[in-house]
């Protein structure tokens, strides 16, 4: 049992990692639900690398890296929408220009600068053992905004998942609480990426959701299942980590994806069974 419990114990650094991971879960098991469950994932994807661009200019220009990426999901949203609204192009479209252009502007950003030789690792896959406890605070926080967000909007957010036309009959701007799904994206988001980095928060947004869709149709259980599969993927890719020296944030995110595939392979067969039976 030491190899499971005492490298947590030893270490404060990971026991650092194991808190902040846990909430970087939990907020993409909540908001990551929402996402799967309306067809999102394109924009997920695009918002966790359409963030590299504003989080390099903010580390280049000195400024805390949260802001740059804020900047950076600020822009994505806005010029999605722009696009969709000023033109017949599909929302696809708008988001994949986007995408494009935000991380080759990232991109442009690094190679230009000498000084990201160090930083470019942690930008793209996050630093873990490097959270400190003004970062648990910020992540603890946001964390919690987004669960009253998921609760308060629960109703509207999933009727917005299955039709926009019934959200729109049951009384609900479809536009205004499309619009409050990508700012808690993009919430999550900026949230994660100091923990995992912009290259892997995806994978935390999308793996453990997906996962949980095979195990319950109910919202909540759905979001709680998520948060669960999330939270084991931190705790198994962190021990990965320590005891074969590998990357914190590859690891987890390894984890997240193999855990999709065990149940999705078991869902599979469990369901042959049920149906030959």
């Known amino acids: 049992m030491d190899i499971f419990i005492t490298p947590f114990l030893n270490n404060g650094f ?8 846990t909430l970087v879960a939990i907020a993409c098991g909540i908001v990551g639900t929402f996402m799967v469950l309306r067809g999102l994932a394109f924009l997920g994807d695009a918002l966790a690398h359409g963030v590299l661009p504003g989080v390099a200019s903010a580390l280049l220009w000195g400024i805390p890296g949260f802001v740059g990426a804020s900047v950076g999901s600020l822009v994505m949203i806005a010029g999605i929408t722009w696009i969709t609204k000023k033109s017949r192009l599909s929302a696809d479209t708008a988001i994949g220009l986007l995408f494009v252009g ?15 030789s160090g930083d470019l690792v942690k930008l793209l896959f996050g630093q873990f053992l490097g959270i400190t406890s003004f970062d648990l605070l910020i992540q603890g926080t946001v964390t919690l905004l987004l669960a009253v967000m998921a609760f308060v909007f629960r109703r509207p ?10 959200a729109q009959v049951s009384g609900y701007s479809a536009k205004l609480y499309h619009m409050l799904l990508l700012v808690m994206i993009a919430m999550t988001v900026i949230v994660s990426f100091q923990t995992v980095g912009t290259l892997l928060v995806f994978g935390m ?3 453990p959701a997906a996962t949980s869709s095979f195990v319950s ?4 259980g759905m979001m709680i299942i998520a948060s669960g599969f999330g939270i084991l993927s931190v705790y198994i890719g962190l021990l990965l980590s320590y005891h074969f020296s590998l990357s914190a944030g590859g690891c987890v995110v390894i984890v997240a994806v193999g855990i999709f595939f065990i ?10 069974e049920h149906f030959h039976g």
């Open 102 to 116: 935000m991380l080759a502007s990232g991109v442009v950003i690094v190679s230009h600068s000498q000084s990201f």
């Open 217 to 220: 149709r109910q919202l909540v």
């Open 157 to 166: 957010f999933l009727l917005l998942c299955f039709s926009e036309e019934q």
């Open 205 to 207: 947004l999308l793996a």
């Open 263 to 272: 149940v999705f392979l078991f869902s599979q067969t469990f369901e042959k």
């Open 14 to 21: 990971l026991l650092n990692a194991l808190f902040a991971g």
